[in-house]
């Protein structure tokens, strides 16, 4: 399959159709291959959506002469192939909407980038002090569980209280790993000797009594 830079180098690149000169649309493949059923072996490939390509005007009437059905031909040509080939399509709206956002898929890459150093830096990230990596993983909806679940359990040896009003201002998608900050957020509250206030939120003294910030009887 191919990586993120290939599928944004591929995607930038133009193609024109053989059989109407029209520039190629570079969209996403079907979720599986209709021809062979072994897959793609690839995320994006490129489209002649030209309704009015000599390829897509004349299959009408040969996809009913040969099979008795409706339908047509689309050309279509796969990343890093010098030829390509008629694909067979059932209506005028195949593959529209399909089409590749270039933008889009550039800026996912740069946040799985940014989720590969994350990582990368976790093992380290304690006895230098860093808790940017470990923030990234648990407040990226989008990174691996296993990765937001060890940067999870760093919270406490890391011991920056400065974690918690980002962490509780976020709205986590899964209940479990909601569950699974709040309980090490406590534990790293209880380390320091302190709890948040339920009426205002702040940090304050385990042992206190009254909230300095808002006055308010714990």
Request: include cysteine; charge should be neutral.
């Amino acid at each position: 399959m191919l990586s993120c830079d290939e599928c944004i180098k591929y995607a930038e690149k133009k193609y024109i159709c053989p059989h109407c000169e029209t520039i190629l649309s570079c969209c996403h493949v079907p979720p599986f291959h209709v021809g062979d059923g072994l897959g793609w072996g690839t995320e994006i490939f490129y489209v002649c959506l030209n309704d009015e390509c000599k390829l897509f005007v004349n299959g009408w009437k040969s996809i009913e002469n040969l099979y008795g059905h409706v339908g047509s031909y689309r050309y279509m040509l796969l990343p890093g192939s010098k030829k390509g080939e008629a694909m067979m399509v059932a209506g005028h709206q195949a593959f529209k909407g399909s089409e590749v956002d270039i933008e889009e898929m550039k800026a996912t890459n740069k946040r799985h980038q940014k989720e590969k150093e994350a990582v990368a830096q976790l093992d380290s990230c304690v006895a230098d002090k860093n808790l940017e990596p470990v923030m990234f993983l648990i407040l990226d909806e989008q990174a691996t569980l296993g990765d937001r679940e060890k940067a999870i359990k760093l919270l406490k040896d890391l011991n920056d209280l400065s974690c918690i009003d980002p962490i509780r201002n976020h709205s986590f998608l899964k209940a479990d790993m909601a569950h699974m900050v709040n309980m090490a957020l406590l534990d790293l509250l209880k380390a320091n000797f302190k709890k948040e206030c339920p009426h205002c939120s702040e940090i304050i003294k385990l042992q206190a009594k009254f909230c300095k910030h808002c006055q308010q009887k714990l």
